[in-house]
C-alpha cells in the first residue's frame, strides 16, 4: 500500500525532529533560567506563523516557566501605528527601545530563515539592536539561520527535510522547542513548585 500524504507528513516531523541538535536546546534553557533568576524580561519575535507562536510562547513562557515575556505582534493598534510611522523595518526595534530592552533581557527569534535584510528586515533590524544593547538572543529558526544563527547567543536550528514545506516544518519545531523549554525541569513551575 503507498503512504497517504499524512503518513509521509508526519514522518517528514519525525525527521525533522530526529535531526535537532539538543545541546543549543539546554544551553537556551540554561540561559532563561538565568534570565529569570535575575528578573529579566522574555522578548518573542516573528512573522507571519511565528508572530502566532510567539503570541502562544509569550503565554507558556508567563504561566509555566513565570518569565515575564512580550510580543509586540500581541498589540495590532500598536503594531500597526508603528509600521505606519516608523516603516516595517524599524517596527520592532522602536518597540523594543520603548520597553527598554537591556543587557539583563532575553531576545528570543521564531524565524522560519532566521532574518535578513531582505527578508524579516524587521528581524533582522530588531538583532542588531538587540545585539548593540547586551541583551542575550535566542532563535529556533530554519534554513541556515540567518541573521539569527550569526548574531545569536543560541540559535536552535530546524534541520531542513523536504524543502517544500520547511515552513511548516520549522514552525511546527519551534512549537515542540517552546513546549519542551517551559517544561524542562530548569524552568517547569514556579520555584515553590519545584
Known amino acids: 500500500m503507498d503512504e497517504t500524504f499524512a503518513q509521509t507528513f ?3 516531523i519525525q525527521e525533522v525532529a ?6 543549543p536546546i539546554e ?6 533560567a538565568g534570565l529569570r533568576n535575575r528578573g529579566g524580561r522574555l522578548f518573542i519575535l516573528g ?3 511565528g508572530a502566532a507562536n510567539a503570541s502562544h510562547a509569550v503565554n507558556d513562557f508567563r504561566k509555566i516557566a513565570n518569565i515575564e515575556a512580550y510580543t509586540p505582534t500581541d498589540n495590532v493598534a500598536e503594531l500597526t501605528a508603528r509600521i505606519n510611522d516608523d516603516g516595517w523595518v524599524a517596527s520592532f526595534c522602536k518597540w523594543l527601545i520603548t520597553c527598554r530592552l537591556s543587557r539583563q533581557d ?6 522560519v530563515g532566521g532574518g535578513n535584510y531582505h527578508t524579516s528586515p524587521n528581524i ?6 538587540s545585539r548593540h544593547v547586551g541583551a542575550s538572543i535566542i532563535g529556533i529558526v530554519g534554513r541556515d539561520g540567518g541573521h539569527t544563527a550569526r548574531v545569536a547567543d543560541v540559535c536552535i536550528l530546524v534541520p531542513t527535510v523536504h ?6 516544518h ?4 519551534q512549537a515542540v522547542i517552546w513546549h519542551l523549554l517551559v517544561s524542562h525541569p530548569l524552568l517547569a513551575g514556579s520555584p515553590d513548585e519545584r
Open 170 to 173: 520549522v514552525e511546527i519545531l
Open 27 to 32: 544551553k537556551a534553557a540554561w540561559l532563561l
Open 106 to 111: 532575553v531576545v528570543l527569534i521564531l524565524s
Open 47 to 49: 512573522n507571519g506563523g
Open 163 to 168: 524543502e517544500p514545506r520547511i515552513t511548516p
Open 10 to 12: 508526519l514522518a517528514e
Open 18 to 23: 530526529a535531526l535537532i541538535d539538543t545541546k
Open 124 to 129: 533582522a533590524a530588531a538583532l542588531t539592536y
